[in-house]
């Protein structure tokens, strides 16, 4: 295999992961007798201090025409007080919007070892194994109008939620095709009792499952007391 890989070590810890990393594909690549092609990028604070910019136009350059991109962490107390749109974060949303990468996996598994570190009691989570998949280009992250307006008597903030029914329908998709190859079972979770956004995520939601009749699907409502 020939891989092209890119590496944003990004800020703090991030360097540290990064490199290690960057060292076990090495050695696979080695092993396996793949060709590695890999380059650095700035991301983040880092980025900030050399460009300018959180997101520099050579990264996102960079980022389209690799195989695969491999991230630290951005973000440094420094940063703490700066406004939204210069912050490191932004280059993060700024990645995700220019590679489509619209759905984040996040495995849930425990380990007999590991047991006692958990807050919950053993048998809670003895056995667990599960995937969440997180939407992640759209949203309120994204979503406009959005900003800190001090035109009127007294400062406003605005944060827009919006979600598209493809946007909706493609990470559905994407947990239906994991529950497949897995226990076949698919939980949607939102707040349709309270957000229109919420509702026509169910909408899709339940319009999508009919594509996936082996799949058992349920609903659960996020919730708070006061």
């Known amino acids: 295999m020939n891989l092209n890989i890119l590496v944003l070590p990004g800020d703090g810890i991030g360097t540290e992961v990064t490199r290690e990393a960057v ?6 690549a080695e092993k396996w007798g793949h060709n590695l092609q890999i380059r650095e990028a700035l991301l983040g604070g880092i980025a900030i201090h050399k460009t300018g910019t959180p997101f520099p136009e050579e990264t996102a350059k960079l980022c389209v025409e690799a195989d695969a991109v491999l991230m ?13 749109e210069k912050r490191p974060e932004r280059g993060l949303l700024g990645i995700r919007k220019t590679m489509g990468v619209y759905a984040n996996l996040r495995p849930v598994r425990s380990y007999a070892a590991l047991l006692e570190s958990s807050p919950l009691k053993n048998h809670l989570v003895d056995g667990v194994d599960m995937i969440i998949v997180r939407e ?8 406009t109008p959005r900003g800190i ?3 009127g008597p007294e400062p406003r903030a605005v944060n827009t ?4 029914w493809s946007e909706i329908e493609r990470v559905t998709r994407m947990g239906f095709e994991l529950a497949r190859k897995r226990r076949k079972k698919l939980t949607s979770v939102d707040k349709s ?7 026509l995520w169910r909408r899709v939601v ?3 499952a009919k594509d996936y009749p082996d799949v058992e699907l349920n ?6 007391s006061f």
């Open 149 to 151: 307006y001090e035109d």
């Open 136 to 143: 992640l280009n759209s949203g309120i992250y994204y979503g």
């Open 161 to 164: 939620m919006s979600y598209t």
């Open 72 to 84: 630290g962490a951005v973000g440094l107390p420094e940063f703490d007080n700066w406004p939204p």
């Open 206 to 208: 339940v319009e999508v």
């Open 193 to 199: 009792n309270v957000l229109e956004t919420s509702q």
């Open 23 to 28: 060292r076990v594909l090495r050695t696979v």
């Open 219 to 224: 609903h659960l409502v996020r919730r708070h």
